[in-house]
């Protein structure tokens, strides 16, 4: 094999993905079809589940440098009750607004120093798989070219060629909703930074006093695009503001970027396909509310980017690769489902759905409502079942693991700052030495970590997963069921 596995696609679930597999030891290559980034910020805010994922391999502080946190966003565009992340119980309690093309610069850097080839202008264009892995098609500056490789990932946007060779289908829901987004130039002041929601759409205007460059994005309920594929010009944003807004905006050039969008929601039928897997956008489209696309697309990457080294790498066990889709794939689900319920209490229909949303901000004052759409919407609520079916024993196993602080041989540490190296670990709080008795088999693939917890835990043990899942916590047995976690997990012990 020349390579363990291509990624295809070098946008912000590629290069997450890359670098997870790279940080594992595993031969990648990432093909981009781009020769240069594109620069758009078709997304700007991560959310506090990307926040921890960030955390716990090392790369928050470059990502929050220089930029804003939020603690409260708009459900469904309602800013007078929006969602209050002070609810939510992490150590990361907001949102980071980071423009996208600065997520993929960050993460292309990452990659860089890790050592991740990223070839661009290199588009797949064929694949064959076989048992003993793929042969990826590649057009390429120079021509074309076969790689060879034990696995392929498609983490090439919604318009995935990889899904599309890969024979996977790809239902759901056709367009209703047209928008169009444009980073344009505005020769008015005092338009106001507003958010207007009328009888004919939505407009969103954020440009400065004094005129200039801003944003505008418009969408309209019952009219899909008449040509998707055709590029935005400056006169057809000019009427759809003009039809929405209500008013002519003298917009002009330069112009930054102007794109068309839809509401289509669609999933894959399956995440994998033999050698195949699909991430981010290839797996999953939906309206691009909330901002949860490309969120949900780098805790795909977290989630199989361990699984497919731990299979590279040898230790797999049998049926890891299996959970991606069974994890990921219910997931995204939800994710299409809390999109489709936003934008259908966008909709500018005045006699039901205006009701509906003074009733929605009746319930968005509540702790406890506003506290599980919080969750939601930034990717808290997420459960995986650490024991295959059989449910969970305490209740932190499947949740993503409380950033805990503990004395490691007399020195403080976080236990997020203990999965930087993107290894799983046990965490033995018991002061007896038994959960780490256990695990001493698998310390070829996991780490195991004796501490001491100065306050109350929320357990006398942990094992947790590269991803930051946990997959076993013990209560009052600390050892009750933790070799058959190890195992379930991280493969036969060491010697068998």
């Known amino acids: 094999m020349e390579y363990d596995v291509v990624v295809a696609g070098s946008g912000p679930v590629g290069l997450m993905l890359a670098c997870e597999l790279r940080l594992a030891g595993v031969r990648v290559l990432v093909a981009e079809r781009l020769t240069e980034p594109a620069g758009h910020d078709r ?268 299979q590279i790498n040898g230790w797999a066990p049998p049926g890891l690769l299996d959970t991606y889709h069974e994890e990921r794939h219910s997931t995204g689900q939800r994710v299409l489902l809390y999109t489709r319920a936003q934008l259908a209490l966008m909709n500018p229909d005045e006699h039901h759905v205006s009701a509906l949303r003074e009733v929605f901000e009746e319930l968005l004052a509540l702790q406890d409502t506003n506290r599980h759409l919080t969750a939601a919407l930034n990717g808290l609520d997420v459960r995986y079942d650490p024991a295959g079916g059989r449910g969970a024993g305490h209740p932190l196993e499947g949740l993503f693991a409380p950033d805990l602080e503990v004395e490691v041989g007399g020195a403080k540490v976080r236990t997020a700052e203990l999965l930087h190296a993107g290894r799983g670990f046990l965490l033995d709080l018991t002061g007896d030495g038994g959960p780490a008795s256990v695990a001493g088999p698998w310390k070829d693939r996991i780490d195991v970590v004796t501490a001491v917890r100065r306050e109350e835990a929320p357990a006398r043990a942990l094992l947790i997963r590269p991803d930051g899942h946990v997959a076993w916590a013990a209560g009052t047995a600390p050892g009750h069921g933790l070799r058959e976690a190890l195992t379930r997990w991280f493969g036969q012990e060491n010697g068998r």
């Open 43 to 310: 997304a700007g805010v991560l959310h506090t589940r990307t926040v921890e994922c960030l955390d716990i391999r090392g790369l928050l502080e470059r990502f929050k440098d220089g930029m804003d946190t939020v603690t409260g966003l708009p459900f469904a565009g309602m800013f007078s009750r929006g969602l209050d992340h002070g609810l939510l119980d992490t150590a990361h309690p907001y949102s980071l607004l980071v423009p996208q093309s600065r997520t993929e610069e960050l993460l292309g850097a990452h990659a860089a120093g890790l050592g991740v080839p990223v070839l661009r202008g290199h588009t797949v264009t064929g694949l064959r798989q076989d048992a003993e892995g793929v042969t990826v098609t590649l057009e390429t500056p120079e021509g074309g070219r076969d790689v060879r490789a034990a696995y392929l990932v498609g983490c090439d946007g919604g318009r995935s060629t990889v899904r599309r060779l890969a024979g996977i289908g790809f239902p759901g829901f056709a367009p209703s909703v047209s928008a169009l987004i444009g980073y344009v130039t505005l020769d008015e002041k005092d338009v106001p930074r507003r958010w207007q929601r009328t009888p004919d759409g939505v407009v969103v205007l954020a440009f400065p006093p004094e005129g200039g460059t801003g944003r505008v994005v418009v969408m309209e309920y019952g009219r899909p695009h008449p040509s998707p594929g055709e590029p935005v010009t400056l006169e057809e944003l000019r009427a759809a503001v003009r039809r929405v807004h209500g008013r002519e905006l003298a917009f002009s050039e330069p112009v930054a970027w102007m794109s068309r969008f839809s509401d289509a929601t669609r999933q894959a039928e399956r995440y994998r396909s033999g050698r195949v897997f699909l991430a981010g956008d290839a797996a999953h489209v939906h309206f691009p509310i909330g901002g949860q696309g490309l969120n949900t697309g780098v805790h795909d990457a977290m989630n199989l980017g361990w699984k497919l080294a731990a």
